[in-house]
Structure formats: C-alpha cells, structure tokens
C-alpha cells in the first residue's frame, strides 16, 4: 500500500518541521505533502531547503476543509491520511496505519498531549444519531482509502470547524467501517492545563446545526442535539460570569452569537441537502472547483 500524508499549515513553521522529522523518521516510505496557505513565518523556505517533502501547495484560501482537499487531490497514494502541522507520529503509527486500513475503510487514532500535570490521551468517540452509529475521526490522525475518500468527494468546505466530524456523519451513512487503532499515536507538545480559548459561538453552532441538518434533515433528533449543546455551553459561561471570568454583558453577546449561528446553520443545511441528494452529502467538496492551489512545488 502506498500511503500519502496530507499535512496542512498555517504559521507554524517551527511545529511543522518537527511533524517532518517525525515521518522521515517513523514513515519514510510515505509521501509527504505540504498544504501551506499562507504563511507569513517563513514556511515556505523552510520546506524548500529540505529533501523530504515530496510536494508543496501554496494556496491564498486559509479553509482547513480547503487545504486537506487540495492535498488530497495531489495525492499520489492509494491511502490518503490527515495529519495536523502540530502533532508528530510516534514509532509504530505507519505500521498501525496500514493494519488498520487492512480491515476498515477508514482509521484514527489518538493524540498524545502533555501538559503540566502529565500526560492526556483520547479514546474512541462514538454515538447513535437519529439510529445511525457514528464513529468520529480525529481530523488531526486519520487515514482513508482513496477511493472511499473519493466517493465521499472528501471534506465539505463550507465548515470552517467541524469538518472531520462532518465526514464521520457521511461516512456511517455510507456504511463505510472506521477502525480505531491505539498505536496510531501522534504526540502534541507542552500545553498549560485549564484555561480558556476565546470561542467563536457564532461559528460553532453554524457549523453544528448545518452539519446536523445536511445529513439528518429538519428532525426532532436534530433540535434536541443542538438544544443540548447550546444549554451546556450557556450553563458553562454562566459559571464563568459567577466566578468574574466573564461579564453578563458578554454572556447575552454570547447567546445572540448562538442564535444567529444556529439560524444561519440551519439554512444553509437545508440548502446543501437539497443541492446534493446523493449518499455522499457534499456539495462543496473536492470536485466543486479546481481553482485551489496558486502554487505547487514538486521534489520527487
């Protein structure tokens, strides 16, 4: 099997180097690809001035749904795997991959992250939706078969966030198999526990609720779902309010942020359901333009 490794970047040259060294070392039959766009830390001519990338793609859209497409149509492998510019393979992930692909359509594994405290790991997420049995992917480690990567027309990209977990939806729809395979490790550096990114609310929930309604449709199983991740997150900034981490004027901003993402959400997923009423759900994937790449680079 030749497997061909989609890393897409973002100014994150020093981070990126280190997921390169990690396959040469741990991968090196695989092909690399670079999915850059666009940097403004030097990225490009740190890759150019080493010898094991096997291909460069500037692109001008910064879309992560984007970048995994355009690396995924350069794609020389039979395989195809995703792994993020900040996470590098641990010993064993290759030989992991190639097992896992030997009984699956698809497979993931997890992250290794370190923090001040010790050591995280995930585990295999999954859940029944609307009687379907999903198996989510890990956007940053996962690895699929080019031709079911093909027939999904690969990531749908509208999403901005949530584009794996859109796949996973289509995937269990198409009946394709996810593996989870425990040594398929990537590892991610220090981190601080705890703490609290700033959330575009907006998003979230435009990305949720469109996921949601292009591949269940207006069901009730699709309110409760999102009635339900929108109550979680309000409860948990009314907690940060309570403790001066958050004012309620930025707690109501919050909430109208909600809203307008969920209305928006729900719109244009009911638009992409009835633009592609095909099992693949994916009318903005890999074959809906050609126009991504503004340069590409090829070494070997």
Not at 60 to 66: E, M, P, S
Request: charged residues 30%; aromatic residues 6%; hydrophobic residues 35%.
């Amino acid at each position: 099997m030749k497997l061909s490794v989609v890393i897409p970047t973002l100014n994150d040259r020093e981070r990126l180097a280190r997921t390169l060294d990690s396959l040469t070392e741990h991968a090196p039959e695989a092909e690399r690809i670079v999915v850059n766009g666009p940097s403004t830390d030097g990225t490009t001519g740190m890759i150019r001035e080493r010898d094991d990338v096997t291909r460069l793609i500037e692109l001008a859209d910064r879309n992560l749904n984007v970048a995994r497409n355009a690396g995924a149509v350069r794609a020389d492998g039979d395989a195809i795997a995703f792994i993020s510019s900040d996470r590098a393979i641990e010993a064993g992930w290759f030989e992991a991959v190639v097992a896992g692909l030997e009984d699956a359509d698809a497979v993931t594994g997890p992250t290794h992250r370190e923090l001040t405290t010790g050591l995280a790991s995930e585990v295999l997420e999954s859940r029944a939706i609307a009687g379907r049995e999903v198996t989510y992917v890990n956007g940053s480690n996962a690895a699929f078969h080019r031709d079911v990567f093909e027939a999904l027309d690969g990531f749908d990209e509208y999403l901005q966030t949530g584009g794996a977990r859109d796949l996973s939806h289509r995937l269990a729809a198409n009946d394709y198999q996810v593996g989870w395979a425990g040594k398929m490790c990537v590892h991610r550096g220090l981190e601080a526990d705890g703490g609290r990114r700033e959330r575009d609310w907006a998003w979230k929930y435009r990305a949720l609720t469109y996921r949601l309604v292009k591949n269940y449709g207006i069901r009730p199983t699709v309110a409760r779902r999102t009635l339900s991740h929108g109550g979680a997150d309000a409860l948990d900034t009314l907690r940060d309010v309570a403790r001066g981490n958050a004012t309620p004027s930025g707690w109501v901003g919050s909430g109208r942020d909600v809203l307008r993402g969920m209305a928006r959400g729900t719109a244009d997923g009911i638009f992409s359901r009835r633009k592609d009423k095909s099992g693949r759900r994916n009318p903005n994937g890999m074959s809906s333009r050609a126009d991504r790449a503004v340069e590409v680079y090829t070494w070997r």
